[in-house]
């Protein structure tokens, strides 16, 4: 198996979340092995998304885990897969 980069385009519940303190706590909630980098895209009104790169193996599940731990989290309202490359 080799490693995939997937980027995670995540949608704070609303503009008034405190950024800085959910970047944290998606560094740990995302395992440490996998988390390389969050970038900010300011959507409009205000609202800005997250877009987290992960690495991960490519097998069966992929982004799964990290996708499903970040939906879990009260301060987000959706996670979506934007991107995926495999690494060589």
């Known amino acids: 198996m ?5 980027i995670l385009k995540v949608m704070p519940e609303s503009p008034e979340i405190d950024l800085e303190a959910l970047k944290e706590t998606i560094k740990n909630t995302i395992d440490a092995d996998s988390f390389e980098r969050i970038e900010e895209e300011p959507i409009g009104f205000g609202l800005i998304a997250l877009n987290v790169t992960i ?3 490519d097998g069966e599940g992929g982004t799964e885990p990290a996708e499903e731990a970040l939906a879990a989290l009260d301060e987000i309202q959706s996670v979506e ?3 995926v490359r495999r690494l060589m």
């Not at 080799?2 to 997937?6: F, I, L, P, R």
Request: glycine share 0%.
């Open 2 to 6: 080799s490693d995939v980069a997937a």
């Open 55 to 57: 690495v991960v193996d």
């Open 81 to 83: 897969v934007t991107d």
